[in-house]
Structures are given as structure tokens and as C-alpha cells.
């Protein structure tokens, strides 16, 4: 790890494998809907869960753990927001016209 890099744990990831929508119980009451071929993350205590693994176990769904990642520069990433509305870059007026 270099000068200005930063270690960053990340979230294990969930891969549906198989072809129909999946609901992966998790820890807490909690679960996880994932489409045919769709992917979610899950937190690390999640991953020793028994529904997990039976379903792992099966091949209905693949595990990724990717421990630690490294982010040059050592900042924090930044992810662009697709949510709510964009800005056209066009001012509007409000209020009463």
C-alpha cells in the first residue's frame, strides 16, 4: 500500500444463480430479494448465516467476499446519485408569477 492509499472493507456480494427470483433470509429478520442473475450485498455477519450457506451449498447462489480494497488517493469513493430528480443545469423561477 502506497503513500495516499486508503484500505476500505467492503460488503460480501450475493449472486443469484439460477433463473427465478431468490428471497435469502438473513440475520435480524431480515431478507434479501434477488432477481434471476441479480447480485445484492449483505453485511459479514450475514455470511454465516445457515439459509445462506444451504442456499450457497446448493449452487443457487454464489458468495464473493472481497475483503479489503484499496482506494488511491485515500479518499472516500464517491458514487454518482441516479436517485430523485437531476439538475438540467437550468434555472427555473418559483414562486407566484
Same mark, same amino acid.
Given at each position: 500500500?502506497?503513500?495516499?492509499?486508503?484500505?476500505? !472493507?467492503?460488503?460480501?456480494?450475493?449472486?443469484? @444463480? *439460477?433463473?427465478?427470483?431468490?428471497?435469502?433470509?438473513?440475520? /435480524? =429478520?431480515?431478507?434479501?430479494?434477488?432477481?434471476? =442473475?441479480?447480485? =445484492?450485498?449483505?453485511?459479514? @455477519? !450475514?455470511?454465516?448465516?445457515?439459509?445462506?450457506?444451504?442456499? !450457497?451449498?446448493?449452487?443457487?447462489?454464489?458468495?464473493?467476499?472481497?475483503?479489503?480494497? *484499496?482506494?488511491? /488517493? /485515500?479518499?472516500?469513493?464517491?458514487?454518482?446519485?441516479?436517485?430523485?430528480?437531476?439538475?438540467? /443545469?437550468?434555472?427555473?423561477? =418559483?414562486?407566484?408569477?
Amino acid at each position: 500500500m502506497g503513500r495516499g492509499e486508503l484500505k476500505e !472493507a467492503t460488503m460480501p456480494t450475493v449472486s443469484n @444463480k *439460477t433463473q427465478k427470483p431468490l428471497s435469502v433470509p438473513l440475520p /435480524g =429478520g431480515k431478507i434479501l430479494h434477488l432477481g434471476p =442473475g441479480k447480485t =445484492g450485498q449483505i453485511s459479514p @455477519k !450475514a455470511v454465516d448465516s445457515p439459509h445462506l450457506k444451504r442456499l !450457497a451449498d446448493a449452487g443457487d447462489v454464489v458468495i464473493v467476499n472481497e475483503d479489503v480494497r *484499496t482506494t488511491p /488517493g /485515500g479518499g472516500q469513493r464517491r458514487r454518482n446519485s441516479t436517485y430523485g430528480h437531476t439538475s438540467s /443545469g437550468v434555472s427555473r423561477r =418559483g414562486g407566484d408569477r
